[in-house]
């Protein structure tokens, strides 16, 4: 009897949760398909719909007729910045929820933490090392992205090995560090094809504009495989969250399991800024906005995150389309939008006993 | 003794400096013909060829904003680590800048003025000393609330950053989508091209706000040791702390509404100062002005022969290091 009212009351206490994250993939699709619309051709809604199903089927056109042009103007054009979207909202969430974690810092994120910066630099060196960006070069873009990526997580690790500094001295310190990087890229760019300081901007900024499908399955697979591992993980990211000591009095080995992460996060974050450049804050916003609504049990703030990510990426970069139409804005902005005051928010609320200062 | 001969080394450095600048730079021009311009246009019979058009107009306003922009966040920086009493606080990192850009931007781009009636540079200068506010006024309100740590303090000015670069981009490219490249260079900081109908909205609110903060110097001292102390000697710790705010605010408009946000320079000259004069105002804050000078007029010169680049980038780069051993360093020692 005790124990059917247990498991009533447990079974309520999931339900909400995965109602949350079954809300965020509805969410997700039906921006999927809004964002499909924007652009020339006009297509209906719910067609949009019909024509992806219709594409994955296998359905083939005759070419140049009106049905032809649907197709292709969807699935060449549109969807694959979506998908993007998707990817790149999910996977950089998720690095967002262990960072946070890990680190027991509500601040980290892979941009605040200064790893989108560098991995956004090794991009820019592998490019002007003249690495093309179709071709098996991508891997040296990647590389090299995954590579810079390293030295902000070498130094996160350094630093809680050796000295005990608090969260938010790291953070400033990732901060700064993605100045720096921001400036060595723009030097690099501006030195390489005379006046390409747009170019630099949007490297800084980040925009999903100019995807290919051909590009798409590195980060897609990287991603993917990186969410799964966190997924998997979550239990130890929840024993992260009290803090280095209390982990290890429970068993898990802290070092270890930091560098870990770091390298997984790297791979995934490489992936995704190489193609984007660097997309601040979807990592704070998301798994913030998740704890709010269903607390911070990794387990569902991992899965949660990666739909809420997906979905903002997806309505931020239909916004930044919208808003000057036909021009588009860097999504970046808009972003930041967002991200600053949130920003500002965790630092003054965070403040105080137990937190990060 | 030592102090005044250091403080006039530094004068006669960014004097020699100021000449020898407007020789770098992709168009060839040596330090005699230079000096053969300059004085042609004090006896009042400018040449007009190309290579006058160069020196006089192009490199050496630009030098002279320079050496005008680093001064003010040089002497800005010193006072702004004293009042705040914290190592790391300059108008970049504390958000001042971000906001005074944001201001400036509003009257370049959409024309609007906070103050009716005005226009033309002192429409540009007014919004942004209003927008400049904003930031000092989250920080102190935050900081009288609750107890902020020094890199607490810095966090807010970070965030209150982000939104404001955020908001003065958008801006931008709302009213031109394809000017990046401006957006960018606005952001970073850029002097390039000078123009001499600037200079003077430039340097009188920086030469009155300098000799202000110098009035304050001792006051200024003294809240260093401790708001409890600096009631005990009668100086009122609010007051003081508001009225130089105020007066750096205004320097930083008046600087970054040409300019941009520069970062660093407010940050590295105190430190760089405090290390021959000693932490006493009235020292200090010539010297760091001077050395703010002599740094971003260095920037400047390398920005432009590598070719096109926003000298703040130049200034990230050497000054991002020297934030994080500050940042290291001072980590746990009590800051006086």
């Keep these: 009897m005790k124990e059917d009212e247990f498991d009533d009351g447990y079974l309520r206490f999931i339900r909400h949760k995965v109602t949350f994250i079954l809300a965020a993939v509805a969410v997700v699709v039906l921006a999927a398909g809004v964002s499909c619309l924007v652009d020339g051709r006009p297509i209906g809604v719910l067609d949009v719909y019909r024509i992806i199903i219709d594409h994955i089927l296998g359905t083939e056109y005759e070419f140049a007729t009106p049905e032809y042009w649907d197709d292709f103007v969807v699935c060449q054009m549109r969807l694959p910045r979506v998908v993007l979207a998707i990817v790149a909202g999910a996977a950089l969430s998720t690095c967002g929820v262990a960072m946070q974690s890990m680190m027991s810092n509500p601040l980290a994120d892979p941009y605040t933490t200064g790893m989108s910066s560098g991995a956004c630099l090794g991009a820019v060196i592998a490019i002007a090392m003249g690495f093309a960006f179709t071709g098996p070069s991508v891997y040296g873009i990647m590389g090299m992205s995954f590579l810079m990526s390293l030295v902000p997580a070498l130094i996160i690790i350094l630093l809680s090995r050796i000295v005990r500094t608090s969260p938010a001295t790291l953070i400033l310190l990732g901060t700064i560090m993605s100045y720096l990087f921001g400036a060595v890229n723009t030097l690099i760019l501006v030195n390489q094809e005379g006046e390409t300081l747009s170019a630099a901007y949007l490297w800084t900024v980040g925009s999903l504009d100019n995807v290919i499908w051909s590009d798409l399955w590195i980060p897609v697979v990287l991603s993917t495989a990186g969410c799964a591992a966190m997924i998997f993980m979550s239990g130890k990211l929840n024993v992260m969250m009290m803090g280095d000591d209390q982990a290890r009095s429970m068993g898990l080995d802290v070092d270890n399991f930091r560098t870990v992460l770091l390298l997984v996060m790297s791979l995934m974050i490489a992936s995704i800024i190489s193609f984007t450049g660097i997309l601040g804050f979807i990592g704070l916003v998301a798994p913030h906005m998740v704890r709010m609504a269903i607390g911070s049990d990794n387990k569902f703030v991992i899965p949660a995150s990666m739909a809420l990510g997906a979905a903002l990426l997806l309505v931020t970069d239909t916004l930044a389309r919208l808003v000057i139409y036909p021009y588009e804005l860097p999504v970046g902005v808009i972003l930041m939008f967002i991200g600053g005051p949130l920003f500002l928010y965790v630092v003054v609320k965070h403040n105080g006993y137990g937190g990060m200062y | ?336």
């Design chain 2, 1 to 336: 003794m030592r102090r005044a001969a250091f403080i006039l080394a530094l004068a006669v450095a960014v004097a020699a400096l100021l000449v020898v600048s407007p020789c770098l730079g992709a168009y060839p021009v040596s330090v005699e013909e230079v000096f053969g311009i300059l004085w042609s246009h004090l006896l009042g019979s400018p040449p007009g060829d190309r290579a006058d058009f160069v020196v006089w107009d192009v490199r050496l306003t630009s030098s002279i904003m320079a050496v005008v922009a680093g001064f003010a966040l040089g002497v800005c920086g010193s006072a702004m680590q004293a009042v705040m009493r914290n190592p790391l606080a300059d108008p970049y990192t504390m958000g001042v800048s971000s906001g005074a850009s944001l201001g400036a931007i509003m009257a370049i781009v959409l024309g609007f003025s906070i103050i009716p009636g005005l226009s033309g540079n002192a429409m540009t200068v007014c919004n942004a000393f209003l927008l400049s506010l904003i930031p000092m006024t989250v920080i102190l309100a935050l900081s009288a609330l609750k107890r902020m740590t020094d890199t607490m303090m810095l966090l807010c000015g970070i965030g209150v950053m982000y939104f404001f670069s955020a908001a003065s981009s958008l801006l931008m490219l709302l009213a031109d989508p394809t000017q990046m490249s401006a957006v960018y260079s606005w952001n970073l900081g850029n002097i390039g091209t000078g123009y001499w109908e600037n200079l003077p909205t430039m340097a009188i609110p920086t030469a009155a706000c300098t000799a202000a903060l110098l009035l304050a110097a001792s006051r200024i001292d003294i809240l260093t040791s401790g708001d409890q102390l600096s009631h005990t000697v009668g100086v009122d710790p609010f007051k003081v702390r508001i009225l130089s705010s105020l007066t750096v605010s205004v320097m930083v408009a008046a600087v970054v509404s040409f300019t941009g946000t520069i970062g660093f320079i407010g940050l590295v000259s105190p430190h760089i100062a405090r290390a021959f004069v000693g932490s006493r105002q009235s020292f200090l804050m010539p010297a760091s002005g001077l050395v703010g000078a002599l740094l971003l007029l260095a920037a400047n010169d390398a920005a432009r022969m590598i070719g096109s680049l926003p000298v703040g980038v130049i200034t990230t780069i050497v000054g991002c290091p020297l934030f994080f051993i500050l940042l290291i360093r001072y980590r746990r020692s009590q800051w006086v």
